[in-house]
T-cell receptor
């Protein structure tokens, strides 16, 4: 079964509204989670690294004031797209790093398709 | 130069064929390497990790060449269900950053 839950799966919103996406690790603690964006026919692009209890680290070109990340607990990170515009329409995916066990594993949420009208 | 580079394809191969993908990475300090598979509009799923000595899992073989900074994935006896995008993933750097390649699209044809 899924070990990372991402919600919602899809959202349609009006331009100018804010959208919050949740990413939860279900049976492990994740001190680090990652947020990616994927436009059609393109690869996953890392937006930011979310660190529990501290500020997120954003990739170059990603506006931290527009894409707010909160990682308040070891099992939950949220991404809020503020004042969304049509160009923000994309597929957003989170991943969580599981450091338990012999080998580190990276699990992905099922993604959120955001459509801004 | 991109941190992780892959040929985007598409690779169109007949069922039963053997196909190989390569991936190059720029950061010599990279520590871990993976191949992920992504179906259209789905989340990536781990196919296999890549170890220094090379590793095999059924029809899939992964190899790492640290000197030349590339990894490879070989798929033998291709199945229709292998059709997907294969993502090369590299981990390393100052804060253990995970970087995805652009992906290579594979289409297995009946």
């Amino acid at each position: 079964g899924a070990v990372v839950s991402q919600h919602p799966s899809w959202v349609i919103c009006k331009s100018g509204t804010s959208v919050k996406i949740e990413c939860r690790s279900l049976d492990f603690q994740a001190t680090t989670m990652f947020w990616y964006r994927q436009f059609p026919k393109q690869s996953l692009m890392l937006m930011a690294t979310s660190n529990e209890g501290s500020k997120a680290t954003y990739e170059q070109g990603v506006e931290k004031d527009k894409f707010l990340i909160n990682h308040a607990s070891l099992t939950l990170s949220t991404l809020t797209v503020t004042s969304a515009h049509p160009e923000d329409s994309s597929f957003y995916i989170c991943s969580a790093r599981d450091l338990g066990g012999a080998n580190e594993k990276l699990f992905f949420g099922s993604g959120t398709q955001l459509s801004v009208l | 130069r991109k941190e992780v580079e892959q040929d985007p394809g598409p690779f169109n191969v007949p069922e039963g064929a053997t196909v190989a993908f390569n991936c190059t990475y720029s950061n010599s300090a990279s520590q871990s390497f993976f191949w992920y598979r992504q179906d259209c509009r789905k989340e990536p799923k781990l196919l296999m990790s890549v170890y220094s000595s090379g590793n095999e899992d059924g029809r899939f073989t992964a190899q790492l060449n640290r000197a030349s900074q590339y990894i490879s994935l070989l798929i033998r006896d291709s199945k229709l269900s292998d059709s997907a995008t294969y993502l090369c993933v590299v981990k390393g750097g100052g804060y253990q950053k995970v970087t995805f390649g652009t992906g290579t699209k594979l289409q297995v044809i009946p």
